[in-house]
Structures are given as C-alpha cells and as structure tokens.
C-alpha cells in the first residue's frame, strides 16, 4: 500500500530588479529633466565618496522603484526623478540595477525628487490605495505611495517652470512641508547639505536649477566647475610668479637664481 504525498503548492518567489520592466514606455517630460538630474549627482559625488567610503550607495534618475507586485508590473512602481539610496550596493549580484525593488533591498532611498513640467498636481496627489479604482492602469498618488508606502525621509517637489521649490519631511508618520532658511534653502541634515535653487547655466541651458549647498553655504561644485576653479588658480599663481620675477629683474636679481 502506497502512502500519499501531501503536496505543498508555494507561491512563487518575489521577482527581482531583473525580472520587472525598466521602463513604463512614457517619454521623459522635457529637456531640463536629464541634465538636471545630472548636475544634482555629479555636484554630490566628492561628498558621497566622502560619506561612503565603501562605495555602498545608489543614485536613481528616472527609474522605477517597486513597492507592490500587480498586473501589469508598472502599476506596482513609481519612478523619482532622482533619489539617493545610502547604504545599498551599487550592483546588484555584478549586475547594472534595471530598477529598485523595495522588498528586495528592505531600504527606502533618503531623499526623492519630481522635476514638475505642469504646476505639481500630479506630484502632490495624495490620493491612497482604498480610493483608487481596479480599472487598467489606475494607480495611487505619487505623493501617498512616497509618504506612506516607502516612507522616503525627505521629498522634494520643483516646478520647473516657476523655479517654485517645496520639500517635505517625514515626520510621525507624514509628511511635513519643510520652511526655508534665510537664503531660502532646505537643509537635508542627514547628508549635511542644502537643497535650492540657483540661477546659471548649464548644458548649454541658462535658467534655474536645482543645486547644493554645504551647511556653511558654499555652492557644491560639478566636476567642471571644479576644473575651472583650478584653471584659473593655476593662472592667478602663474601671474603672481610674472610679476615677482620682474620685480627681481628691476632689482637686478636673476629670478633663476
């Protein structure tokens, strides 16, 4: 007599950054959000060498972080226009990240940001999951699923239009719209930084930026600032060494000497 096997059938195992869309096939919203994103990492990065020495961190631009499994797989992320995530590798298994998976990561990113092309209705809606319809392609607010479902410290709204900044922090259980400083900045305590907006040029694009400051109010430099500031040092010593070697020749010294 043959005894029967009781047959377990197990859910299948969450799926990872590998098995999920990088992408929910939406163009970008316009021609600032790239190198906007772009000088918010690359301004920040001598500081996150500082800050991680072990390199264990990551930066998002427009890609999507996973909060719950659905039907199609896009309806369960949502895709910050840049975020920082500190203390997670920066590959996953040697693999280039193809989006953030929270419920394989279990670390929400510190500080989230929208780029708003319209006036930020769509950034704020706070709209929750209990409200929302079961029709294709329905989904939460922006806002709620950042504020209650990935519970991302800090969360910062620019109108790219108007140069209006709001930034909002987590704080019992939501979100509170943070006050500006003096020099109308918001301070991101725990990375030591700034946050505000600056007037220049960049890319070949002069209007207001989204920018750093270090908590004494230095701007922090993109990689070609940087080279610039040490170009024209370079040239400022150089004239300097010009001048007192001619005031030796007046003298009658040979500055070679």
Known sequence: MTQATNQIDLPPPFPDHTQLPESDGTFVKNFQNHPQSLILTDSLGPLLQ???????????QDCGIYWRETEPP???AEAPDWFYVPNVPPLVNGEIRRSYVLWRELMAPLIALEFASGNGEEERDAT???RVSQTQGAKPGKFWVYEQIIRIPYYGIYEIR???LEVYHLQDFAYQK????????????????????????????????L???????????TGHERAEVERQRAEQAEAKAAQLAARLRDLGIDPEV
Not at 50 to 60: E, N, V
Not at 188 to 207: A, H, T
């Open 50 to 60: 500082q800050l991680h020495a072990d390199g264990q961190y990551a930066i998002g």
């Open 211 to 221: 920018r750093w400051w270090d908590d004494r109010g230095n701007l922090l430099l």
């Open 162 to 164: 108007s140069g209006q």
């Open 128 to 130: 929750p999951l209990s």
């Open 74 to 76: 896009e309806r369960g």
């Open 178 to 209: 943070l006050e500006s400083n003096s020099q109308g900045r918001y301070p991101i305590s725990p990375l030591g930084v700034e946050l505000g907006v600056w007037e220049g040029s960049y890319f070949n694009q002069s209007q207001l930026w």
